[in-house]
């Protein structure tokens, strides 16, 4: 267990449908980064949280959001859901301050898989 | 900017060979590198980090990795596979903000 808690672990969802996707990072820890892991596109960043700021956004589509709330759990919201959609999606987190000898630590992932 | 290239999508070695896993980085910075394994159904776990002491890094279930400035590389090494080390690794890199870009991985399958 890295302490990294993502649910749902599995999830089947209908195009054009929304779902969200829950994290809680390890305890300590104050950011909060997701990613998509595909087979054809590898392991893609999406975006990073910053104790309940956005720090840095990449890959991620307009029909993508999410948010950090104050107990620093992270929500990713996937909506307007297409079969190319469907992926892993990782979060991981990572201990507070800008040192750049910190490391992510994942969670196990959801996994989505849009019919 | 930073980004690292793993060469050999694929690489197969017998139970009890040299593994060898090969990262290149480019960082316009001295670079931070990682090494992460992913076993089938789960997340990324570390392996090991370089940060800027000693070029010769150890890790975990007997991995080590070496970093040399003037190749640009970060390899990976076990000198004898087990099955248990098949798995995808993925070689990283991070940059002045913590953000960390990955290779595209590589997945390891060890032959009995």
């Known amino acids: 267990d890295s302490g990294v808690t993502q649910t749902p672990k599995h999830l089947i969802t209908a195009t054009g449908q929304r779902v969200t996707l829950r994290c809680s990072p390890r305890?300590?820890?104050?950011?909060v980064y997701w990613y998509q892991q595909s087979l054809d596109q590898g392991l893609q960043f999406l975006i990073q949280y910053y104790n309940g700021e956005e720090r840095a956004k990449g890959n991620i589509l307009e029909r993508f959001s999410a948010q950090q709330f104050p107990d620093l759990h992270s929500e990713l919201n996937l909506s307007s859901l297409e079969l190319g959609d469907s992926a892993l999606y990782f979060c991981a987190s990572s201990p507070p301050g800008a040192t750049r000898a910190n490391v992510l630590t994942f969670g196990a992932g959801s996994r989505l898989t849009v019919l | 900017a930073q980004s690292v290239t793993q060469l050999g999508s694929h690489v197969s070695v017998s139970e009890g060979a040299l593994v060898l896993l090969r990262c290149n980085y480019s960082s316009s910075v001295p670079p931070y590198l990682f090494w992460y394994v992913q076993y089938p159904n789960q997340g990324l776990q570390l392996l090991l980090k370089?940060?800027?002491?000693?070029?010769l890094v150890k890790g975990i279930n007997g991995f080590e990795a070496e970093f040399k400035k003037s190749e640009t590389s970060f390899h990976l090494t076990k000198p004898s596979a087990h099955m248990s080390d098949a798995a995808e690794y993925f070689c990283?890199?991070?940059?002045?903000?913590?953000?960390?870009?990955f290779g595209t991985g590589t997945s390891l399958t060890v032959i009995p």
């Open positions: 305890s300590g820890d104050l950011s």
């Open positions: 990283a890199v991070s940059d002045p903000g913590n953000q960390f870009y």
């Open positions: 370089y940060t800027s002491a000693a070029t």
